[in-house]
């Protein structure tokens, strides 16, 4: 071992400091973590027993146990029985916590028991950015990720898949069965042990079907009929090429920092009715004069971006290209320029399409247009199959119309969506770990990641202004 650089004999006398704060550094994130939490109001916040009882065995502040999990979720330690033993050895978390070790159940019981005001300890961080002026564009990239839930694929339950798997049982019986009638012809002894080996096949494929029958039962009476076994809330969702049991989390992230500003955790796997509630988060959590939102095509909903319309929010969502008509070589509705003037459209012929009749569907005002001319127009093949092509258009049509003028002059806006908030999205999924969520049910969850973006958003932080300007931000 000569000439490399020579460790202490771990017999040798040392002298250690004399004081645990010797160990931590000034600019350590852990001091961060101390002074957020003490400049908490946890009474307000509603954490449970903030206020002790007057009788009873003594419990632990709840400001010791939110700084363990936010250190922990600072350094990627989501477990309860891990950050049990870093309370043990950790000088860090010795430091913060004053040498208090409480034992994994009581740190489990405690993001169980106030998952509320956690998320409201998340908001307050938000609510702090935004009095430093880190929200500069008043821009904001609104977008949905699937995380994976507890719940395995095998323990998820739709009634295509219940059916599937009741007609595979069904099907193995009869296997058996019919081998069990051959080894009933063969010699009795020589088929007496293949006979006991049949029917405790049969014996247990009988009971998998009772239980499946059990669980149909529940599936009938769920309203979105799915059943998931190890955690009920999780809910079976299409990703890109796959499916996956889990969670649908929201997010509407800052443009200038990426930072994220609000973020909500569904088991509804579409996201087509998320655009207005995550703007209206976001505009309430940074309280600009003017707030814009950016989404991608899964975001596009009439009723949803005529509510962001009502509600003063500029949205930039482009319209998805599913017209059947083009994909055949036709015109599509674009092709068609409406004359608000005269309230017809002027079809690729030149012909005008005017207004027929109103009608409602699916609690939408839709108003009909088409042309007697259809039929003698040589553009007729390129049009409609039918005797005359028909053009819908909705009351608050104008409001569409708008919106997409707004995105052809301003095509940079995807790009800024998905350097935004696919960024965040990539951070939180690689500090997860592949398990994603470790808790159960939409409570449990959603403190879950009010934690990872509480840990994310001081992480960002902290990079921007420093841990001596973000200490100095909240002693403020």
């Known amino acids: 071992m000569k000439r490399f650089i020579q460790g202490e004999h771990r017999g040798q006398g040392t002298l250690l400091p004399e004081s645990l704060d010797d160990y931590v ?199 979105d009929k799915q059943v998931s076994l190890t955690d009920p809330d999780a809910r079976s969702m299409m990703t890109r090429g796959t499916g996956i049991v889990g969670y649908n989390v929201q997010t509407a992230v800052d443009t200038q920092h990426h930072l994220i500003v609000a973020h909500e955790v569904t088991n509804v796997g579409s996201d087509r009715d998320q655009l207005s509630s995550m703007a209206k988060q976001a505009r309430e959590a940074m309280a600009p004069e003017v707030l814009s939102v950016v989404a991608d095509r899964g975001y596009f909903k009439s009723e949803e971006i005529l509510a962001c319309h009502d509600a003063g929010i500029t949205a930039y969502v482009p319209k998805p290209m599913t017209s059947g008509a083009k994909a055949d070589g036709r015109f599509n509705n674009d092709a068609f320029i409406y004359d608000a003037a005269k309230n017809e459209y002027i079809c690729p012929a030149g012909e005008a399409l005017i207004w027929r009749y109103t009608n409602v569907e699916k609690g939408l005002t839709l108003h009909r247009y088409w042309s007697s001319k259809c039929r003698g127009c040589a553009m007729k093949p390129k049009c409609t199959p039918s005797t005359e092509r028909r053009v819908r258009r909705w009351e608050h049509e104008a409001v569409l119309e708008e919106m997409q003028t707004r995105l052809s002059n301003a095509p940079e806006m995807m790009r800024i969506r998905k350097r935004t908030v696919e960024h965040s999205f990539g951070t939180l999924k690689q500090w997860m770990g592949a398990t994603h969520f470790l808790t159960r049910k939409l409570n449990g969850v959603s403190a879950e990641m009010s934690l990872n973006v509480l840990a994310y958003n001081l992480k960002r932080v902290m990079k921007i202004i420093g841990t001596t300007g973000l200490m100095k931000a909240l002693t403020a």
């Open 25 to 223: 550094s000034d600019t350590n994130p852990v001091r961060v973590v101390d002074v957020f939490v003490d400049e908490l109001d946890l009474v307000n916040l509603r954490f449970e027993r903030a206020i002790p009882a007057d009788t009873g065995r003594p419990a632990y502040h709840p400001s010791v146990l939110l700084k363990i999990y936010i250190y922990g979720y600072l350094n990627r330690i989501q477990s309860s029985r891990r950050l049990e033993r870093e309370a043990q050895r950790n000088v860090e978390l010795m430091w913060l916590t004053g040498r208090l070790m409480p034992d994994f159940k009581t740190i489990a019981n405690f993001r169980k028991d106030n998952s509320k005001a956690i998320r409201g300890v998340c908001r307050q961080f938000v609510v702090l950015c935004q009095q430093l002026g880190l929200f500069g564009e008043n821009l904001v990239a609104i977008d949905g990720s699937k995380f994976k839930a507890v719940n395995n694929r095998d323990r998820n339950f739709t009634s295509a898949k219940l059916k599937r798997r009741m007609e595979e049982i069904e099907s193995s019986i009869n296997r058996y069965l019919a081998a069990l009638d051959a080894a009933d012809r063969q010699e009795p002894i020589s088929s007496e042990p293949k006979t006991a080996r049949l029917e405790e096949k049969i014996a247990k494929l009988k009971t998998q079907m009772k239980e499946l029958q059990a669980i149909e039962i529940q599936l009938n009476e769920s309203p």
